[in-house]
């Protein structure tokens, strides 16, 4: 049976690269972030605008790239099995993260070097400093390297778990506006605790990965693993959509 193609999914991935461009670019010219260049000192007013651009659109983008991950990772497992979709996963996400912390980062980092800092140094000097360091994820990376350890984890969960049953998708359950704003408001809560305990821009060095985000990160990935067993995505209601849309609105303005 030949698959129908969620062409909404690729319009909204679409916007959502977008948005992991225009966030670093921001950053490049004035807004709170980590990067690889900052292009000199803003003016106020543009450090304002941009930094308000980041924290919006920090608040919601990558979590959604999870969430869409999320529910292509249930439906891989479910047709694929558990050893050839480890092994895909394996190749599709391990090779470009190793490729890039082997070769592309590197020499970014080298020429910013040079262009930025005046670094004389030999090529090979630098290059020896820079592996000697404990970061194995510099750079936008960090997501296929999170989102290869959520896999294993998931892989590991169905080993261990019993086979999900077979959805009812015509009579499954989906979520209303009080369970949306239940989910939220504990989300929230959770983010906050663990934000006191780690606050915004501690990171794990080793694996470069910034910890006060994750609660958004794993919760978005599990409900989009759940959103495919019961067809959320084409389920939920438009008038629903509309509704948390204004919402959002609403907390951004205010």
């Known amino acids: 049976m030949e698959k129908s193609r969620l062409f909404f999914i690729d319009n909204l991935r679409t916007l959502l690269i977008a948005l992991v461009i225009s966030q670093h670019l921001s950053v490049t010219y004035g807004g709170v972030g980590g990067w690889y260049y900052y292009d000199g000192e803003p003016d106020q007013m543009s450090g304002i605008v941009l930094t308000i651009h980041n924290a919006i659109n920090q608040s919601c983008f990558m979590g959604f790239l999870f969430l869409i991950s999320g529910y292509f990772t249930a439906g891989s497992y479910d047709r694929k099995g558990p050893w050839k979709f480890i092994k895909s996963r394996l190749l599709r996400l ?88 239940v989910t939220a408001l504990a989300l ?24 006060p985000f994750f609660p958004q990160y794993i919760c978005l990935f599990i409900l989009g693993t759940i959103a495919y067993r019961y067809d959320w995505f084409q389920c939920i209601p438009e008038a629903t959509g509309k509704f948390w849309l204004g919402v959002a609105v609403v907390f951004i303005v205010i």
Not at 188 to 205: C, D, Q
């Open 188 to 211: 929230g809560i959770i983010t906050f605790s663990v934000r006191l305990w780690r606050p915004l821009g501690w990171g794990f060095a080793p694996l470069n990965l910034q910890l």
């Open 94 to 181: 391990s090779i470009p993260w190793i490729f890039y912390f082997l070769f592309i980062n590197p020499i970014i980092v080298y020429v910013l070097q040079i262009k930025v800092n005046g670094h004389d140094g030999s090529i090979w000097r630098f290059f020896t400093s820079h592996f000697s360091r404990l970061y194995i994820a510099d750079g936008p990376v960090w997501f296929l390297e999170a989102l290869l350890i959520f896999t294993l984890f998931y892989s590991l969960w169905r080993a261990l778990a019993k086979p999900p049953p077979s959805a009812d998708r015509e009579n499954a359950w989906i979520p209303g506006n009080p369970a949306i704003a």
